[in-house]
């Protein structure tokens, strides 16, 4: 009988194509013939990567053997058995997961919740990860609003995270998509008094950050650590106000939608020129959930309130506002981005138009309005969306908020809202 080493290529790849990608990383260690087979053979590591995970839509140049191997440091630091032990691993593991939704395309079929999200491999495998508590810990509560829980616990944060490393934990957790609400041995710290404090905080919207959720300095960068403050304050309101069954699909399945591609859109017989030139899928019809504080909570919160220096402000835990609204839309004229434009010239500006109807509290006047608003993609490459609602043909309200996951993600939009 030949040995395995002695077989032609043809026949090893044909058996090795089918091994874990944990187990194709032994392989070189087994003897110098099986090195010299495995190492820099991109075919063999297409066949493995493939077998196992997404086919990545994207045209650029993929390293499929180092794709496995940062896949298989990924499983390895996810498997170590203490916070501690990973938390010096948080750059490592966003680029990973963050380039493994980049990747990710249909599976072929819907989730099983939802019928307006498509499936995908690298979503289950990074969900399986991330069911460890450990791994949640580890990466995705290292913002500063984290902190500032765990230090009302008397328990000390780690003082090497920087804050490019704290924006890189808040768009984990945005990306998980699943708000933390409580953390803690005893999960009896809860953190939505803590995003509400900078939710809420007025400090934190200037003309630099446009009103909504972006980078003070006027660049459009996100400002995930305030992405994450909102996501947490929704969600907190999904389930407190009963709305868990209409949005299950997103708020209780992690990374599920969080890519781009991942909306599942009803065929329309009406598709317009426009609508066919839109890359982000406008026209139709949108669920919106807004929240707000009452004018006196608010105003007492930023105006009576002596901590006026550059630290956070105190807790905030009076109660909110909810309102959901549904949103028609369609598109009214694309356009290309000019060399002066405050948006990227990667794709069109899409503008659209429409109105919103309240679905509860149908007396709530700010919820019934026309709509006019914009679609683009900023210079960072995120997907960025202002609305105006109109009032008796008065602008009264402006939103601000960026689509998580990219174009078309099924997870939706968050941001800010605001007066005119």
């Known amino acids: 009988m030949p040995q395995l080493t002695t077989l032609p290529n043809e026949i090893l790849h044909n058996i090795f194509q089918w091994l874990p990608p944990k187990d194709l990383g032994s392989l070189p260690r087994v003897c110098r013939a099986l090195h010299s087979y495995v190492k820099d053979n991109q075919k063999l590591c297409h066949d493995v990567y493939l077998h196992h995970f997404d086919l990545p839509l994207a045209e650029e140049e993929v390293d499929w053997e180092d794709e496995l191997h940062s896949i298989v ?70 913002s500063s609003l984290f902190e500032r829980v765990y230090r ?8 090497n995270i920087s804050k490019e490393q704290r924006q890189l934990s808040a768009k984990l957790h945005c990306l ?10 005893l999960r009896s710290a809860r953190t939505y008094p803590y995003a509400c404090s900078k939710v809420y905080d007025i400090r934190q919207y200037t003309a630099q950050t446009r009103w909504g959720p972006f980078m003070n300095d006027g660049s ?19 389930y407190t106000k009963k709305l868990t069954r209409l949005f299950s699909d997103i708020w209780d399945n992690p990374f599920s939608g969080s890519w781009k591609g991942s909306f599942i859109s009803s065929p329309s017989p009406d598709i317009t020129s426009l609508d066919a030139m839109d890359p982000y899928g406008v026209t139709g019809t949108w669920y919106r959930l807004v929240c707000f504080l009452d004018y006196n909570d608010f105003f007492s919160y930023n105006f009576t309130n002596p901590e006026r220096d550059e630290s956070p402000l105190h807790t905030l835990d009076v109660g909110e506002a909810t309102r959901l609204i549904i949103m028609r839309i369609h598109v009214t004229k694309i356009e290309q981005a000019g060399p002066d434009s405050e948006y990227s010239s990667d794709l069109p500006i899409v ?22 608003g914009t679609v683009g993609l900023t ?34 939009v968050i941001g800010n809202w605001f007066d005119r």
Not at 153 to 159: G, I, L, Y
Not at 379 to 404: A, C, L, N, P
């Open 73 to 142: 440091r990924l499983e390895n630091i996810c498997l170590r058995e203490t916070a501690e032990e990973k938390e010096d691993e948080l750059s490592f593991v966003y680029d990973v997961v963050n380039r493994m939704l980049q990747h990710a395309s249909s599976a072929g079929h819907a989730v099983e919740a939802s019928d307006t999200q498509y499936a995908s491999r690298n979503v289950d495998f990074l969900n399986s990860l991330f069911e460890n508590e450990v791994n949640r810990e580890a990466f995705l509560q290292k």
């Open 152 to 159: 009302s616990q008397h328990q000390a944060p780690s003082d």
């Open 176 to 185: 998980y998509g699943k708000p933390i609400l409580k953390v803690g041995r």
């Open 220 to 238: 459009d960068r996100v400002d995930w650590e305030k992405v994450e403050a909102i996501l947490i304050v929704l969600g907190n309101n999904v």
């Open 351 to 372: 503008h659209f138009e429409g109105i919103s109807r309240p679905l509860d509290d149908s007396w709530d006047d700010n919820a019934s309005s026309d709509l006019r």
């Open 379 to 412: 210079k960072e490459g995120e997907v960025r969306w202002t609305s105006v609602s109109i009032f008796h043909g008065h602008e009264r309200w402006k939103s601000e908020g960026i689509q998580v996951g990219g174009v078309r993600s099924a997870r939706g």
